[in-house]
């Protein structure tokens, strides 16, 4: 008997470590296998993809990603190899989650625009790379002194979002940087909310001035964003190839997935309506030059002073006057809306406010109308605070019905209708266009922008 158990246990120890389970729970907890003849019957192919506005996805019936294009190639694939109706739908998940939702069965197929990290990556199976050898490059924008090596950098902050592949890189740099007495890389994790094509967007407006991305990312982002640079000679790795992911127990699946991708050749004009759609949109400034904190600092009494009142943070009021006004209280807007927070007469008076020509009016007008739809639409104390502040401000553009038709469209669709980034927004994009989405993304990014400086912008009380 005991030869047997340790025959078993050398046998154990000899399997590869994507086909051992991480502990013995897993073993009990693993779902129920769904390769592809499970998935032909349930007419689903459950695709879980990174949040992205730009990877996988529609603007207005526009295909805009890059992985939408092949992943719409490979439901067609699947049609016609075996004629049905085989559909996609479409998961939006963290980065970071993506290959636990693999794992616990959320999802058939992983498919990435981006590199995951390669500790996650364990009891998957990847198919066959989709790029080999991926850059990892470091970006900043037009202007800023171009730094030759890495120990130049010593020191700098690269901004990267939660679940960067690019973290596994600099804890390398910064041994060599050790070894040469450097400072090491810094790494300023950006809020949750901000995807990879909105930080290229807060570098090339100067928010941040450092991030990190796959070089293809950057260069397809780069024809979006002019004044983005891309330091190619500055490779944090390039040993990660680009691959979709499947559950080790759906070989069918990965087979198909890979004989499809062998002969796969990407539309030659696939980035066409990408570029046409988020050219207009993706426009942030850099909103702390001087000019501008002057601006701020005229405004912001009567900003805190209704903040306050309202229960608002006073710098999410700023970036809304940022985006509606440039900060200009004589503003002019179209259909009547005017001032500092370009809010129309008809909605002033639905709150009780007649004169919004008046600085002090305008700000009370805007903040008792943000906190009626709030009171109204978006009370459920379950609601983050971040993404209630975002539906509120797609509310304060588009009407508060509409957002709710959208809430009710992405809960039909398994989305998550209590989170406007990446989810809503999703049915936004699709129904409505880029306007309210960028809307939101572009007020958010202010915000945090000013929030990044809230002890420079915020007086200091001095207690005696």
């Known amino acids: 008997m005991l030869r047997i158990l340790l025959g078993l246990w050398l046998a154990l120890l000899c399997m590869p470590a994507s086909a051992r389970l991480a502990d013995p729970q897993q073993a009990w907890n693993s779902p129920a296998a769904r390769d592809l003849a499970q998935i032909r019957r349930s007419g689903e192919l459950r695709v879980l993809v990174n949040e992205s506005r730009a990877s996988s996805g529609e603007v207005r019936g526009q295909a805009v990603g890059g992985e939408y294009h092949r992943l719409k190639a490979f439901e067609r694939y699947l049609n016609q190899r075996q004629q049905g109706s085989l559909r996609l739908k479409l998961l939006p998940r963290p980065k970071t989650d993506l ?12 498919a990435s625009s981006e590199l995951l990290q390669s500790e996650a990556a364990i009891h998957v199976s990847s198919s066959q790379a989709l790029r080999e050898a991926v850059p990892l490059v470091v970006v900043t924008r037009q202007g800023v002194r171009r730094n030759l090596r890495f120990e130049h950098m010593a020191g700098r902050s690269l901004a990267l979002p939660r679940g960067s592949a690019a973290v596994e890189a600099v804890r390398r740099i910064n041994q060599q940087l050790a070894e040469r007495k450097l400072a090491p890389l810094m790494i300023e994790w950006v809020d949750d909310s901000l ?106 009494p009567v900003l805190q002073k209704y903040a306050a009142q309202q229960d608002f943070d006073w710098l999410a009021l700023a970036a809304i006057a940022y985006k509606e006004s440039s900060l200009n209280p004589a503003a002019r807007g179209a259909n009547g809306a005017s001032g500092l927070m370009q809010i129309t007469p008809a909605a002033a008076r639905s709150v009780g406010v007649g004169n919004i020509a008046a600085l002090d009016s305008n700000v009370q007008a805007a903040t008792r109308y943000m906190a009626k739809i709030r009171r109204s ?9 971040d993404e209630r502040l975002a539906f509120i401000l797609a509310a304060y553009n588009m009407g508060p019905q509409r957002v709710q038709s959208l809430r009710a469209e992405a809960r039909r669709r398994g989305l998550d209708a209590d989170r406007w980034f990446f989810q809503v927004e999703r049915i936004a994009l699709e129904q409505v266009g880029m306007g309210p989405v960028s809307y939101v993304a572009a007020v958010n990014k202010y915000r945090l922008a000013f929030d990044r400086e809230r002890d420079v912008l915020e007086p200091r009380v001095v207690h005696k």
Do not use: C
Request: no cysteine; net charge positive; charged share 30%.
């Open 99 to 110: 290959l636990k939702a693999l794992q616990r069965g959320d999802g058939d197929l992983v």
């Open 195 to 300: 995807a990879v094509e909105d930080v290229l967007e807060m570098v090339q407006a100067g928010i941040y001035n450092y991030s990190a991305v796959e070089q293809p990312l950057a260069e397809r982002w780069s024809k979006v964003l002019p004044r983005l640079r891309i330091d190619r000679h500055l490779v944090l790795d390039n040993r990660r190839d680009l691959n979709w992911y499947v559950r080790p127990d759906a070989p069918t699946l990965r087979a198909s997935l890979d004989a499809f991708l062998e002969d796969y050749r990407a539309p030659a004009d696939q980035d066409s309506a990408f570029q046409r759609v988020y050219r207009r949109s993706y426009k942030v400034h850099y909103p702390l030059n001087r000019a501008d904190r002057q601006r701020l600092e005229k405004v912001r």
């Open 377 to 385: 639409f978006f009370a459920n104390p379950r609601l983050d605070p």
